[in-house]
């Protein structure tokens, strides 16, 4: 149980053009998503928080413009790169919580973004 | 604010050998949750294990264990009789319980390998 996936887990995009990355929890419904953005050899850096039906909490300093989430049912998160830059090339992970456990967030296995 | 630092950015041991990785967090609050993750070269970030600050008995799971020392704020993680497969990045993580406050909040991780 507690399964999330990530699609696509890899995308190659020209600089400018926009990209969706969709994370799904499998099988249980997941009020609150989280997308993180992981550099090599670095820590999960928490982008925003996404709570069914309501629009996104951003962390300071990420472009709520740029990467635009939403959190359209209880099932399903979307993050969009929009204008793509080759700096945002980078790893996106997304997590869901099962309202139902404690507290435990259940990751996807990532999507590897490179622009170019 | 909450922080959590692991101080040991690598580490390597035999197989068969327990292996102990640090973390300390900073916190005022007295209820919360604790956590520690394995990301494998796969970057799928698994759950290895919880702890929650209300219980005194440190959480274990097979061969893995924790040292919860909550007056010292800190959580280490036993891997005992370690195997090839336990290589992998190793975040700590802490998660406060106050209502709407659900981000993790990350440790800078510690590198493991475990030498055949």
């Known amino acids: 149980g507690a399964v999330v996936s990530q699609h696509p887990s890899r995308v190659i995009c020209k600089s400018g053009t926009s990209v969706k990355i969709e994370c799904r929890s499998l099988?249980?419904?997941?009020?609150?998503m989280f997308w993180y953005r992981q550099f090599p050899k670095q820590s999960l850096m928490l982008m925003a928080t996404s709570n069914e039906g309501s629009k996104a909490t951003y962390e300071q300093g990420v472009e709520k413009d740029k990467f635009l989430i939403n959190h359209a049912s209880l099932t399903l998160s979307t993050l969009t790169v929009t204008s793509a830059h080759p700096e945002d090339s980078s790893f996106y992970i997304c997590?869901?919580?099962?309202?139902?456990?404690?507290?435990?967030?259940?990751f996807g296995p990532g999507t590897r973004l490179t622009v170019t | 604010a909450q922080t959590v630092t692991q101080s040991q950015p690598e580490m390597s041991v035999q197989e068969a050998e327990t292996v102990t990785l640090s973390c300390t967090y900073d916190t005022s609050e007295s209820n919360y949750y604790l956590f520690w993750y394995k990301q494998p070269p796969s970057r799928q970030m698994i759950l290895v294990i919880r702890?929650?600050?209300?219980?005194?008995q440190n959480a274990t799971e097979n061969r893995f264990s924790v040292n919860f020392q909550k007056a010292a704020k800190s959580f280490s993680l036993k891997i005992s009789d370690s195997q090839l497969g336990d290589t992998a990045m190793y975040f700590c993580a802490f998660t406060s319980l106050i209502q709407g406050a659900q981000k993790l909040v990350f440790g800078q991780g510690t590198r493991l390998t475990i030498n055949p």
């Open positions: 702890q929650e600050a209300y219980k005194q």
């Open positions: 099988d249980f419904q997941a009020t609150t």
């Open positions: 997590s869901a919580r099962d309202a139902g456990t404690a507290y435990e967030q259940y």
